[in-house]
């Protein structure tokens, strides 16, 4: 019986041969990520049992993202303490106000994460550097400091769901709207603690962006991790970005899939998450015409430069709807700075959107988009949870950039024309 691409990178990590779903391993890390939420109770525990050094500072990262530039004292102290603890072990990988972006679309536009490397992060979203062909996870703050100071992790094999993605996607449908349909079909919790491992012809048709976005929300499936095949697009992507050597895996031939879910790109509509949960799912056109008073469009999961680029094409000559504000994020400075030099930043302005410094602000209900009682918010984020972005009587609706941009511009849900 063969190993999965998830099986086959840890099994290399733990220096294995073989491993079997459910087996327990020991396994080197090639990269500890935190934020600046995550990392100061990380640095609490370090502290609290006496550690005085990192087992490689150039294979840790520390991004000031989720309340940064900071909104209130407790965030700046949060933060006070993740730059006091990058400065004393001199992190090589340190991202503060001005040289920060929001980390999942940062870190692989730096070159910090490769093909068959083992990542983790204390962010649940960690899962987006699978889009590479990398295992990478999500763990709590007390495994990340476990992880800086001794470089490696125990984990639980996982189990393997085998999604084929066939076809291509239509004009203005997207990763996002792969990634809902799929949620969608599964559930929540229906690939709990197993890899996505996505395969099929269709994925040469996928853009990176939308790898990174269907990889991103994995979690949003209860799954470990989600991870693509490395292709000429991947190895295009990292060509000028990664510096170090790294290795491609891929799933064997007789590799076990606990089952097989087929997904016809063709015939995706543009597809949106009503409150409150990401699997409630239903295509545009059952849906629109609903109010909405605010969207977002940015976060992790989509603030990346085709998400601009779809933003401003709608946007160009329009005018956001009188009632409804909306707030673009580029998720970090290079996309900001590529929008700027697209003019899609004058387009952005001339439509009546705030433009904001790279921030997961109203993803978390942090900043830069709470919503007050009652109100509903379009949103390219990953998680519309109750209460997730203001009060708990608002409402998220999760959907790609180009319907979050057509109902910014109609006042109300509606998809791109």
Not at 33 to 50: H, Q, R, S, Y
Not at 103 to 108: I, N, Q, S
């Amino acid at each position: 019986m063969g190993m999965t691409m998830s099986q086959k990178i840890l099994a290399a990590k733990a220096g294995l041969d073989m491993v079997r779903p459910g087996d327990l391993i020991e396994a080197k890390l090639d990269l500890v990520l935190g934020n600046d939420i995550t990392t100061p109770v990380a640095v609490k525990e370090f502290d609290k049992f006496g550690f005085t050094k990192v087992f490689d500072k150039d294979k840790i990262a520390i991004v000031l993202d989720h309340y940064t530039p900071c909104k209130d004292i407790a965030s700046a102290e949060l933060c006070a303490t993740a730059r006091e603890f990058a400065n004393r072990f001199d992190i090589t990988h340190f991202y503060d106000v001005g040289t920060m972006g929001i980390e999942h679309a940062l870190l692989p536009e730096k070159g910090l994460t490769a093909p068959g490397e083992l990542i983790v992060g204390a962010d649940s979203h960690t899962c987006t550097y699978g889009a590479l062909g990398a295992f990478s996870t999500g763990v709590g703050s007390t495994d990340m400091a476990a992880g800086m100071i001794q470089g490696s992790l125990w984990f639980k094999v996982p189990a393997a769901i085998r999604v084929v993605l066939t076809g291509a996607l239509q004009p203005y449908v997207s990763g996002k709207d792969v990634i809902l349909h799929l949620i969608g079909l599964i559930g929540v919790d229906g690939a709990l603690y197993q890899s996505l491992e996505f395969t099929g012809d269709g994925i040469g048709n996928l853009t990176m962006d939308d790898r990174f976005a269907i990889a991103n929300m994995a979690i949003e499936a209860g799954a470990k991790n989600g991870i693509f095949p490395v292709d000429d697009q991947t190895l295009a992507y990292i060509k000028d970005r990664v510096d170090r050597e790294y290795q491609i895996f891929t799933a064997d031939e007789d590799a076990e899939y606990e089952r097989e879910v087929v997904i016809d790109l063709n015939h995706l509509k543009p597809t949106v998450a009503l409150p409150h949960l990401p699997s409630n799912t239903k295509t545009i056109d059952q849906v629109q015409g609903m109010r909405i008073d605010q969207v977002i469009i940015g976060s992790c999961t989509n603030g990346r430069m085709e998400d601009m680029r779809v933003t401003a094409e709608i946007f160009r000559g329009k005018t956001v709807a009188k009632g409804v504000r909306c707030i673009i994020i580029p998720a970090t400075q290079e996309i900001f700075r590529q929008s700027a030099a697209e003019g899609l930043m004058e387009i952005f302005i001339d439509a009546g959107a705030a433009v904001s410094t790279p921030t997961c602000g109203p993803c978390i209900g942090g900043h830069m988009g709470v919503m007050s009682a009652g109100e509903r918010t379009v949103a390219t984020t990953n998680r519309n949870f109750v209460g997730r972005m203001g009060h708990i009587t608002s409402e998220i609706i999760l959907s790609s950039p180009a319907v979050a941009a057509a109902s910014a511009i109609a006042g109300v849900l509606t998809g791109p024309e």
